[in-house]
């Protein structure tokens, strides 16, 4: 069992280390190959000894190799893991900072910010599998990588891989739903859909009882639900009492954008963009991971927003190695889940796992209420992979005018050409097109 970690020099690598380490006896993996550019070698060398000492450690029998040479890596590979981020956090102190110019939140995996990281990350996916396809085409590849929904449904529109998109905002939500309702995780039934970062539980059961209007009235009271990296900003009663669902994290961007742009542009300046946090806290962490004496996954990675991403990722290829078909919330091809969305789009929804992947439960038609955002950023999505793919600046324009953040199509303009210019040496796609 080979796993293959593309972007494997990144400071989450030790969490995915611990999630192997603790379900050892399910998925059996004999060897972990960490990729990464040489431009991340150090990186790559201090991730990659911590994860060397937290298997020793384990004495299981699993080898760790780390290379810069992608195609070896994916060879024979039976599980391809991409978190890689192209451009690193430069790129994404950008996508941070060009909409707060603006007065458009700044956000590094909706709005334009989201925008500019798709355009950055298509074209890299897509070689990837291709890569895939050629030296390992029965591979799952299990997408971390963002804005994920809209980098899955790339993949699935132009490739033939096996591709799942994963996110860790769905397990945090049931965890905090388990604590605000002093439940265990296991005895809560949920149910998701929608998109990535814009997923709501629609169902929540405790032994068989409708819990939804507690929970709602308990993070009303103020038992938030929140992750570490977006602002908390607190959630309207009456509002979640009309909605009767529950909200992902990433909503309050949409449902209030005033309040969570002041939050923004007030962090900005006093303590920079998330990125430019995020630049400190990595500092701090790979100067932890060089003890030579450290061999498990330290706690100031909980800094990160990551929680719980290994136990999303690695309970799904549990499920896919041992067939249990456990339910798990997944990116995955909509396939008339959603009743009304295109076939070829990609949802995040609530899916049982087995050996063949994950199998969606059916949704139906959602209410307007949750459907109408649902069409408009699918809409934005959908434009924005065929700008990625083509080069194409019509459409980019028309994606960004569509999304709800940007307020105009002149806005949207000025927001496209310095995306276009300060990502230049990332998007070939765009200047080829300029040569034209
Ligand atoms: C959450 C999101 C991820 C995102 C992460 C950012 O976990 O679900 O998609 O990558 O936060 O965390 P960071 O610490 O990089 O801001």
Redesign the pocket.
Known sequence: MKIAVIGGGSSYTPELIEGIILRATQIKADEIVLVDIEAGKEKLEIVGSLAKRMIKKSGLPITIELTFDRVKAITNADFVLTQFRVGGLDARASDERIPLKYDVIGQE?VGPGGFAKALRTIPVILDICKEIEQYSNDAWLINFT?P?GIVTEAIHKYTSVKAIGL???PINMKQMTATILEVDRDNLNMSFAGLN?LVYATKVFVNGEDKMSTLIERIAEGRNMN???IHDVPWDKEFLQALNALPCPYHRYYYMMDEMLIEEKEAAELRGT?AEQ?KIIEKGLFETYKNPNLDVKPKELEE????L?SEAAISLISSIVTNDHAIHTVNVPNNGTITDLPDNVVIEVSCTVNSEGPQPIQVGKLPPELNGLIQQIKAFEQLTIEAAVTGNKQKALLALTTNPFVPSSKVAKLLLDEILEVNQAYLPQFSMKALV
Do not use: E, I, L
Request: glycine share 12%; aromatic share 6%; net charge positive.
């Open positions: 995996t963002n994920a996110c860790n905002v970062h992750m570490r990296n998330r995020v990160r927003g990551g929680s991403y």
